[in-house]
């Protein structure tokens, strides 16, 4: 059995509360769901950008705290999210990494300025990619998922 974990659904919830949360989970296994508020049809590539980190950015903190991840996606084109399954090694580090995502959408659904901040310049763990790296990563997320390089311009 798996887990779901909308994100902004646990709005308001505190590390501890978090930990309490998955304490009560049957297994380690959770299906983290990231809302992807944008599309390139609506929203243009700055707005699919910032969808695109924050996703980079949060799967590469379940990778670290994770034994196994796998990560979905809507095309860039149509709304949607991402969802990041995962078999938590640690309930403890995996409340820790979720707090400033369940805390970090305004009323409109939308992330906020300061969970964008905190995807916009991670740190590398040892052995990691630096950031410009990063940003290379998300081009190319977008670039693989049909959206036209050319799009990305107007960033």
Do not use: W
């Not at 969802?83 to 409340?95: C, H, P």
């Not at 763990?125 to 990305?152: F, I, Q, R, T, W």
Request: glycine share 6%.
């Amino acid at each position: 059995m798996i887990t779901c974990i909308k994100l902004p659904e646990f709005r308001g919830y505190t590390k501890e509360a978090l930990k309490e949360f998955l304490s009560l989970a049957p297994t380690r296994f959770f299906d983290i769901v990231l809302p992807k508020t944008s599309h390139m049809n609506s929203m243009g590539a700055r707005a699919v950008f910032e969808d695109f980190s924050l996703a980079l950015h949060l799967s590469q903190g379940l990778k670290r705290i994770s034994h196994d991840i796998l990560c979905m996606v809507t095309p860039v084109r149509d709304p949607g999210s991402f969802s990041l399954l995962i078999l938590a090694d640690s309930l403890e580090a995996l409340a820790a990494l979720l707090e400033p995502y369940v805390n970090g959408f305004g009323a409109d659904g939308r992330p906020t300025a300061q969970l964008l901040s905190l995807a916009a310049a991670p740190e590398p763990a040892p052995g990691e990619a630096l950031a410009s790296n990063y940003y290379h990563d998300v081009y190319m997320a977008l670039k693989d998922s049909n959206c036209s390089p050319y799009a990305l311009a107007d960033y």
